[in-house]
């Protein structure tokens, strides 16, 4: 008889082994729009994709925050600036 396949929590990834041996990490994650999109991340072992899959997931969720509704001008002045420099760097 077949072995039954157990689920994983909906939204957890998945790896997979690539040819060349390293691990591939497939992820969903919300875009800027609500759409529901789909990442993968390589790496050499578990550890490394999922640190790679984080900076990934922290930065779109600083992109899906926006603007602070209780900002003050002299706030988003200050944010904008302080995200020129970092680009600029």
Do not use: E, H, P, Q
């Given at each position: 008889m077949a072995k039954k396949m157990r689920w994983r929590e909906r939204g957890t990834?998945?790896?997979?082994?690539?040819?060349n041996g390293k691990l591939e990490y497939r992820f969903p994650?919300?875009?800027e729009y609500g759409e529901i999109k789909m990442k993968s991340v390589t790496g050499d072992n578990e550890e490394m994709c999922m640190e790679k899959?984080?900076?990934f997931l922290e930065i779109q969720e600083k992109?899906?925050?926006g603007i602070d509704i209780d900002s003050t001008i002299p706030d988003i002045i200050k944010m904008?600036?302080?995200s020129d420099l970092k680009k600029t760097m």
């Open positions: 990834g998945s790896f997979r082994v690539k040819d994650y919300r875009n899959a984080a900076t992109k899906n925050r904008i600036y302080k």
